[in-house]
């Protein structure tokens, strides 16, 4: 079993910055792929970015420049640096890990942490 703790949401008003943080324990493979979704009310869980073990990054159109993710292997840590934070941005935010490839398999998620942006 794998366990996520996700720390960091809060409320920040436009333009501000917040660091998401999320720690992944239990058992851990090496090369799984980490990331960050989010879901506003009444929307569907959309994808926001994804880190692989070699460091690769992916981005959603909407964040890319915007947000950093980042991950630490022997932490088992992965970050997300948000910075120019709209409105839109509002969703909680979830952790993910699974392994590419085998994702039926092996696919976790984190309970989620709120992040508001308002004035």
């Known amino acids: 079993q794998v366990q996520l703790v996700e720390s960091g949401g809060g409320l920040v008003t436009p333009g501000g910055s917040l660091k998401l943080s999320c720690k992944a324990s239990g058992r851990v493979f090496s090369n799984v792929v980490m990331g960050w979704y989010r879901q506003a009310p009444g929307n569907k869980r959309e994808f926001i970015a994804t880190i692989t073990s070699g460091g690769t990054a992916r981005y959603a159109d909407s964040v890319e420049d915007r947000f950093t993710i980042s991950r630490h292997n022997a932490r088992n840590t992965v970050d997300l640096q948000m910075d120019s934070l709209k409105p839109e941005d509002t969703a909680v935010y979830y952790c993910?890990?699974?392994?590419?490839?085998?994702?039926?398999?092996?696919?976790?998620w984190g309970q989620g942490t709120q992040v508001t942006v308002s004035p």
């Open positions: 993910n890990i699974f392994l590419s490839g085998r994702r039926s398999e092996y696919d976790y």
